[in-house]
């Protein structure tokens, strides 16, 4: 009974206007635990904060480096190393920031729970700032994405003033939306997390993140349109280096999947929340 009120479409809409409403309200607070989640996450090392802007951009090279010269025979190309570079940081940029988002959801609440006992502490705010706190993330790997691109001479500007906000929209919505749902479930099921990792640990390979346009083998591509975190990534490429994946509506279709993501997420949420207390 309890998913069939998540899944109620009334609802869900109705979801979507109590979201902003929460935000509205609570703006400040979001603001000042995005921030402090961003400096606990790195405190007491030697280079401290540094580490928002080392870590994700060491993480992404390294990638790189790895599929476009090591594997580079077996992916192929497409034209060039930097139109490559360019087309996997568009892809892993979302990729990183989400895995990392999603990864820390997981024990948004049951890492909290003093503060989830506090009956006054609006308690959504955990799931949104682990959310939020990987924009620094997301951003870092966009910067080195369009200056790959730029490089090699598929960056088009109007096309990345164009599209970007929706890619970035779509990204916050629907990584929301997922960092909501997995912080309640993360509350009840403690394996989780494992789970979480297992599906990020191949996830990599299901996307087409390492894949030049073209490279994947016939099924995956195919699936590649029924996957929402495809078409997120699609949404990217198409802002950063231009339309050079197959035909596909993402820029259409990953908006309304991200509102949907977001509304499931809030309504999973807020109806799972009264039993937090209890199962802490």
């Given at each position: 009974m309890v998913f069939l009120r998540i899944l109620n479409p009334a609802a869900g809409l109705?979801?979507?206007?109590?979201?902003?409403?929460?935000?509205?309200?609570?703006?400040?607070?979001?603001?000042?635990?995005?921030?402090?989640?961003?400096?606990?996450?790195?405190?007491?090392?030697?280079?401290?904060?540094?580490?928002?802007?080392?870590?994700?951009?060491l993480t992404?090279?390294?990638?790189?480096?790895?599929?476009?010269?090591?594997?580079?025979?077996?992916?192929?190309?497409?034209?060039?190393?930097a139109a490559f570079t360019a087309y996997a940081l568009a892809g892993l940029a979302p990729w990183v920031a989400m895995s990392e988002a999603i990864s820390r959801s997981v024990g948004a609440v049951t890492y909290n729970s003093n503060l989830v006992k506090q009956i006054v502490f609006p308690v959504e705010v955990l799931p949104l700032k682990v959310a939020l706190a990987s924009f620094p993330t997301l951003a870092?790997?966009?910067?080195?994405?369009?200056?790959?691109?730029?490089?090699?001479?598929?960056?088009?500007?109007?096309?990345?003033?164009?599209?970007?906000?929706?890619a970035l929209t779509s990204y916050l919505f629907f990584v929301a939306g997922l960092c909501f749902a997995l912080s309640a479930?993360?509350?009840?099921?403690?394996?989780?997390?494992?789970?979480?990792?297992?599906?990020?640990g191949v996830g990599l390979f299901l996307n087409p993140i390492v894949y030049p346009p073209g490279g994947a083998p016939p099924w995956l591509a195919e699936s590649f349109n029924y996957n929402p975190v495809s078409l997120?990534?699609?949404?990217?490429?198409?802002?950063?280096?231009?339309?050079?994946?197959?035909?596909?509506?993402?820029?259409?279709?990953?908006?309304?999947?991200?509102?949907i993501v977001l509304s499931l997420g809030w309504r999973a949420f807020r109806t799972l929340k009264h039993a937090f207390g209890n199962a802490l």
């Open positions: 109705l979801a979507l206007g109590d979201a902003a409403r929460f935000v509205g309200r609570h703006h400040a607070l979001v603001a000042a635990m995005t921030s402090r989640e961003l400096k606990d996450r790195y405190a007491g090392q030697v280079l401290g904060a540094a580490w928002a802007v080392i870590s994700p951009m992404m090279l390294i990638y790189v480096w790895v599929f476009t010269f090591i594997f580079k025979s077996r992916l192929g190309a497409i034209d060039n190393t870092i790997g966009l910067v080195l994405a369009i200056g790959a691109a730029s490089m090699s001479g598929l960056l088009d500007v109007g096309a990345l003033l164009l599209w970007l906000p929706v479930f993360g509350v009840f099921l403690r394996d989780l997390k494992d789970i979480i990792a297992f599906i990020l997120m990534i699609f949404c990217f490429h198409d802002a950063v280096v231009g339309r050079v994946d197959p035909p596909n509506y993402a820029l259409i279709a990953m908006p309304i999947i991200a509102i």
